[in-house]
């Protein structure tokens, strides 16, 4: 059993920042690539940032330069520091991980719970 558990969401004034965490747990094999997704209300869940093996990463253009996508492989944890929070970025984020689970051979996404985040005055 895998799971994702994400914390760090929040309300912030426009202008704050948040460092959202995602935790990875249970039976893993191998960690391929983590990221962040995310869904604001009557809106599509659109990718926000991705790290792959050994660090490179890809951000959507809508917060490049304001978030930053880290991870430690040996807590099995993905980062997103956002900084410079706009209200559009109202929305709950997902954490994503691309893994191998114990005994498995092929690799397959999980997503975590969610957790909301509030950019307001």
């Known amino acids: 059993q895998v799971q994702l558990a994400e914390s760090g969401g929040g309300l912030v004034q426009p202008g704050g920042s948040l460092r959202l965490s995602c935790a990875a747990s249970?039976?893993?094999?191998?960690?391929?690539?983590m990221g962040w997704y995310r869904q604001a209300p009557g809106k599509q869940r659109e990718l926000v940032a991705t790290?792959?093996?050994?660090?490179?990463?890809n951000y959507a253009d809508s917060v490049k330069g304001r978030c930053t996508i880290s991870r430690d492989d040996a807590k099995n944890t993905v980062y997103l520091q956002m900084n410079n929070l706009k209200p559009e970025d109202t929305a709950v984020y997902y954490c994503?991980?691309?893994?191998?689970?114990?005994?498995?051979?092929?690799?397959?996404?999980?997503w975590g719970q969610g957790t909301q985040v509030t950019v307001a005055s």
């Open positions: 994503n991980a691309n893994l191998i689970p114990t005994g498995g051979i092929l690799r397959r996404a999980y």
């Open positions: 249970g039976s893993i094999s191998r960690i391929n690539d």
């Open positions: 790290i792959f093996t050994g660090g490179s990463t």
